[in-house]
């Protein structure tokens, strides 16, 4: 190659990023002139703009999420957190969730029978889908009937299973629900298979829009571009431009049903973990969930304020006591190691849970003694629990009492038979802090006496992990997990022994007797309700099936122009109409 | 007069003309900066072999007062995220990464020389196998092996080991050409067609004869796979096939700094090894290049 | 080709298959997923049956063409690789042009001008991008590039907003792949460079080059005519294996810059077991590094006569 060739070339290389990096300048600057500049506020009653803290129109808000999303802009196929919030600014449904994580009518109200089992919605009148078309019952039956066909393939048929006639539609035996009757246009009547206390928050309550579907098979929709190009939603923004796995932009619906949004748009970045704390410094992003390492970095930030909420999700160690029988639907308690309760309750006293927190979560996390997030209004107070302070002395008390002490003089107790007494303690791969985690975890047990190792050497690979605890591999003895319970305050799903989530395979009577009966008929009365998870928290404390770390704190990073965001236990989009920036 | 001739010959006598290799070692000698790569490499693999009792810190145990501190007396390179010494992991790292380095490069190359070698000699149908065989490892992918092969030998041998192993077995295909080139050309010199004729058996010709006029390729070549390999182990660990966290090495150390906070913040957490991994690569290289030269009777420098 | 091609595919799909987990294992949100939607979909995806069943479905549909439907996204998989291709084939492209101009510019002037200053920075320089992996050093870059100068973005493809087609949006994608394709080419980059430069001091040495020195040859003709043609072999051959590689190779790149394209979607698909998605990237992977070692075969003969002639 000639060399003035190749020094044409280099420079013709080094000329086209100058002029790229120019270009973005002159794009830089049309960004930054458009909040504030803003032609619709012409159209549109002015807000006062003399007073600095009333919310005015105008202005696009970034907001990122770490992960890409899967593409599904119609609810009822997503299932992954980050389309969720995705549909949190494009979606709305018949009720919402309240600070309390108790249910109130958002677009529908309703009234109870009898007999508890057939709820009579009314749906408010005048509600426009993105395209125009009016809100109907005929829309919300069409999406449970959906979810309920048997070409359906999300996850969400949980949502419909509880309505009667909807396992007949499902297995392909009936073309409707018998369960659903559209009664009138804003009128729509359900009827469960059984009387439950969560029927209702079970219960799909995002409709869909039946008009714009018309036409499209139930197994072709996850593909349609309905769903993944042109979606329509009843949210305050609606789609406008999709860059796959990247971003998503979003402008206002000027016909939201409870007013027009202050923003102009939002754009729905996907940015990678490590650029979290510099995108919030440099303002790229306007809001983010952030995690307890970002804190440092955004301390010095004085273009960014981190808003804290207590979140619902929580992390255990699990402890194993025998399998899953598949065949009854039931665990099996066959594993005899942990059967002493003492030796669990001394576990309990001797981890330090406050430094692991303030070492691997900057604090953010409080010390957890029940299953139940404090959120709920269902938790126990904490003066019925016991608090399981820190206290090694005590640990190695409740030992020598249960029969596990150190015969060999090695430094580690051996069970009352007086064998050997090793545990496996198994935690899944991830950061480096997973890492120290678990060994500080390991260090406080092995210092009270009892002789606990890594499980197979090292952390597991995550998908390796969950097989194990899905199959009940026998080396799991001790596990870290956590759980994100969600609004609804029922732990069945995590603790009953029929449960398959129980990965301890924890059998207790009283413990199902107790989850069942706060479930019944009985239970409509909220009291009741309370005082029957009362007495099963207290029971879980005292029997100590795991051990209850910590609640986490969930972490917002939120640029200060951006006002109006309202923050609660399941998250930071409460009410997105309502966000508007001061500049 | 007698005396005279009596020192020549005697001269003569003593004076043994020097083999290839005793060029090559004196060459190499000379070469300040391949000497100095050496030095370096030595002292490297001497004070990782000597961890245990020079790096005494403990490396496991958590410290909960003592976390992500700046260097300071007690702790010369400071503290990690889980309160640990950084020059003590730093050193115990060494140990495993260069292990790391050094098995995989003697497993490739004994691999690769075996298959490259016999095949380029004997040519022919056992070279078109050998080769189809190698092809289709180059092709093998080689993140799905990894998962299987820890998920399989989960427990029962450690992580490293693991990693060695699938490196090993995926990575000698390079070798194997570069062996399988040098002795089709060699095997056509007259020495070899000679040492046929008298009937010398197969495995002897490869042995004595083929390997060493090929053995100054293969070692310039081992040279740069131990750089690939150290580099490799760094990649792998970002992934989260790498060596297991709680091993240390200077992979998984050098992996702290995808936290924008530590990355920033907290250098002394990932620039001692980063800056080990480079002089290393740095001396691997200049020893490569004195090798190189070394063997190359027509460099002299 | 196609005889490894299948038996490659044997290989990938058992290894598949036994990695622990399937597609269905990451579903651990209690809130929404039911055990028994699991146990359906399992059935449904065939999941259960023998593994050589599972096989010779996969097989025939791959044959006539089709690859399957991604569990994760819910779309088609040829689909879903149609929409990433691009980019990752912009950004491999753009990122062989930079790392061979620069290669080029920075290995001959070291070559020619070897142990001067000029030389030992371009090395030091090099041997640190050699040791830096590949995702410090685009951390590093972004902070610095992208945050501190705002030369660059830190992310994504494109800008949002603007319409496919026009200038700009074409100014905006290139402005996007500098950066990732700047990082990705850096260990390249640095490789060839040295390699180079020691090819072409090594020619500078030969017995040929004296001759032409003797002859009285201009240094400028040596240069170009001689040496530099010589030293530029191997190198072209790099390029067919380069070529091979454009699909797979930029992984931690696409994460990291959240650029997307195959490679994160490789990733993904090992991750959740998506097993359509992985298998079709594998098999594409492999046809193209069987692709580019035909190409560096070809390459290597047009270059050096010597072996046109077997």
Request: net charge negative.
């Amino acid at each position: 190659m000639r060399k003035s060739l190749l020094l044409l070339l280099t420079l013709l290389l080094a000329f086209s990023m100058l002029l790229a990096a120019c270009g973005k300048d002159k794009e830089d600057n049309a960004q930054t002139d458009e909040p504030g500049v803003t032609d619709n506020t012409e159209n549109n009653p002015p807000a006062t703009t003399e007073d600095p803290n009333a919310p005015k129109y105008g202005g696009v808000v970034y907001y990122a999420v770490d992960a890409e999303p899967e593409g599904f802009f119609e609810p009822g196929f997503y299932g992954s957190a980050v389309d969720s919030e995705i549909l949190a600014f494009t979606t709305e449904s018949m009720f919402k969730t309240g600070d309390d994580l108790k249910t109130y009518p958002n677009l529908a109200e309703w009234t109870i029978s009898e007999d508890k089992k057939t709820y009579t919605f009314k749906i408010k009148q005048g509600v426009k889908w993105h395209n125009g078309d009016e809100l109907t019952a005929e829309d919300w039956a069409y999406a449970l009937e959906v979810l309920a066909d048997k070409d359906y393939i999300g996850p969400r048929y949980e949502n419909v299973k509880y309505i009667q006639g909807a396992e007949e539609k499902h297995a392909g035996k009936a073309d409707h629900i018998s369960g659903v009757k559209v009664i009138d246009p804003y009128t729509l009547e359900i009827t469960f298979s059984e009387v439950r206390i969560n029927n209702l928050e079970n219960l799909w309550s995002t409709p869909m829009p039946k008009k714009y579907y018309e036409g499209i098979a139930v197994k072709d929709l996850p593909e349609h571009e309905k769903v993944r190009k042109n979606p329509v939603g009843l949210g305050p923004f609606k789609v406008k431009n999709i860059v796959p796995g990247e971003s998503v932009e979003l402008v206002r619906f000027d016909d939201y049903w409870q007013g027009k949004p202050y923003l102009d748009g939002v754009i729905v970045k996907v940015i990678d973990s490590s650029l979290i704390a510099g995108m919030l410094q440099n303002g790229e992003v306007d809001i983010m969930g952030i995690r307890p390492a970002n804190l440092e970095e955004l301390s010095s930030a004085d273009n960014v304020r981190v808003e804290e909420a207590q979140g619902v999700s929580y992390s255990y160690i699990g402890i194993d006591f025998g399998h899953y029988d598949h065949e009854k639907g039931q665990a099996v308690m066959d594993n005899p190691k942990f059967q002493n309760k003492q030796l669990r309750q001394a576990m309990m006293y001797a981890l330090n849970r406050q430094a692991l927190i303030d070492t691997y979560l900057n604090g953010k996390a409080i010390i957890a003694n029940s299953p139940i997030p404090s959120v709920f209004w269902t938790r126990a107070p904490e003066s019925e629990l016991n608090q399981y302070e820190y206290n090694p002395e005590k640990a190695k008390q409740l030992l020598e009492e249960a029969g596990y002490k150190d015969i060999n003089g090695d430094g580690f107790v051996e069970d009352p038979d007086g064998q050997p007494f090793k545990i496996n303690f198994g935690h899944y791969a991830g950061s480096s802090a997973f890492e120290g985690r678990a060994q500080a975890i390991i260090q406080n047990l092995r210092d009270v006496g009892l002789d606990v190792q890594l499980m197979t050497g090292s952390l597991v690979e995550f998908n390796t992990y969950n097989d194990m605890k899905d199959n009940d591999d026998p080396q799991l003895e001790l596990f870290f997990g956590s759980w994100y319970t969600g609004s609804d305050p029922d732990p069945t799903g995590l603790w009953a022994s029929t449960a398959l989530w129980n990965h301890g395979r924890w059998v207790n009577e009283e413990s199902d007797a107790l989850l069942k009966e706060a479930l019944s008929e009985k239970a409509f009365d909220d009291n009741y309700r309370k005082d029957i998870y009362v007495r099963w928290q207290k029971l879980f404390n005292d029997e100590v099936p795991a051990l209850i770390l910590w609640e986490n704190t969930d972490l917002y990073g939120i640029n200060k122009r951006l006002q109006g965001v309202h923050i609660n236990a399941l998250g930071a989009q409460n009410d997105v109409h309502k966000w508007w920036i001061s500049e | 007069m007698s005396t005279a001739t009596e020192t020549t010959r005697s001269l003569a006598a003593r004076q043994k003309s020097p083999s290839t290799w005793a060029i090559a070692a004196r060459k190499f000698r000379k070469n300040r900066l391949a000497m100095a790569g050496l030095s370096f490499i030595l002292l490297i693999v001497i004070l990782s072999f000597l961890a245990p009792v020079i790096a005494t810190q403990d490396i496991t145990r958590v410290h909960f007062d003592q976390v992500e501190k700046k260097p300071s007396v007690e702790h010369w390179l400071g503290t990690d995220n889980n309160g640990r010494d950084v020059l003590t992991r730093l050193i115990h790292g060494g140990r495993i990464s260069l292990t790391i380095g050094f098995s995989c490069v003697a497993l490739v190359i004994l691999i690769g020389t075996l298959i490259g070698a016999v095949s380029g000699y004997y040519g022919g149908k056992i070279d078109g196998l050998l080769m189809r065989f190698t092809d289709f490892v180059l092709l093998f992918p080689f993140l799905p092996f990894i998962i299987v092969i820890n998920a399989i030998f989960i427990g029962k041998i450690s992580g490293v080991w693991s990693l060695i192993i699938v490196i090993s077995l995926l990575g000698w295909p390079g070798t194997a050409r570069l062996v399988r080139g040098k002795v089709l050309a060699e095997k056509e010199n007259e020495y070899i067609l000679a040492a046929v004729s008298i009937g010398t058996k197969p495995y002897k010709i490869i042995l004595k004869h083929l390997l060493p006029n090929v053995l100054s390729v293969v070692i310039v070549q081992a040279s740069l796979l131990l750089a690939a390999f150290i580099v490799a182990e760094t990649a792998l660990t970002f992934l989260g096939f790498g060596v297991p966290q709680n091993i240390p090495s200077w992979g998984n150390m050098l992996s702290e700094a995808r936290n924008s906070n530590v990355l920033r913040n907290k250098p002394w957490m990932w620039v001692p090894p980063a800056t080990v991994i480079t002089l290393t690569l740095l001396s691997i290289n200049f020893m490569g290049e004195g090798l190189k030269d070394a063997f190359n009777p027509k460099s002299s420098r | 080709m196609i005889p490894i091609l299948f038996l490659l595919s044997v290989v990938v799909f058992a290894l598949a298959k036994a990695m622990p987990g399937d597609a269905l294992s990451g579903e651990i949100d209690p809130t929404k997923t039911d055990p028994q939607y699991i146990a359906e979909m399992r059935e449904r995806l065939g999941y259960n049956d023998p593994i050589y069943i599972q096989y010779i479905r996969w097989l025939t549909g791959f044959i006539q063409g089709d690859f399957g439907k991604s569990f994760k996204y819910k779309m088609p998989v040829s689909d879903l690789i149609k929409e990433r291709i691009p980019n990752t084939l912009f950004l491999g492209v753009c990122s062989l042009v930079i790392t061979y101009i620069l290669a080029f510019a920075m290995g001959i002037y070291s070559g020619k001008h070897p142990y001067t200053i000029g030389d030992n920075a371009i090395a030091t320089f090099n041997y640190i991008a050699l040791a830096i992996p590949i995702y410090v050093a685009a951390i590093v870059s972004i902070y610095f590039f992208s945050f501190k100068l705002g030369w660059f973005p830190s992310t994504g493809s494109v800008d949002i907003g603007l319409e496919k087609g026009t200038l700009d949006y074409w100014i905006s994608r290139f402005h996007h792949v500098l950066l990732p394709a700047l990082v990705l080419g850096a260990f390249n980059t640095a490789s060839y460079t040295q390699f180079l430069r020691n090819d072409i001091m090594d020619n500078s040495r030969k017995d040929f080059v004296r001759t032409a020195r003797a002859k009285g040859t201009s240094e400028k003709a040596i240069y170009n005519r001689h040496i530099l043609r010589n030293s530029i072999i191997p190198i072209v051959t790099f390029l067919g294996f380069d070529i091979g590689s454009i699909l797979g190779g930029a992984i931690i790149t696409e994460t990291i810059f959240t650029y997307p394209g195959i490679g994160q979607l490789f990733l993904n698909s090992l991750n959740f077991r998506d097993y359509a998605v992985f298998m079709a990237i594998t098999m594409m992977i492999s046809f193209m590094a069987l692709l580019g070692n035909l190409i560096a075969d070809l390459l290597y003969g047009v270059v050096d006569p010597r072996i046109r002639l077997e």
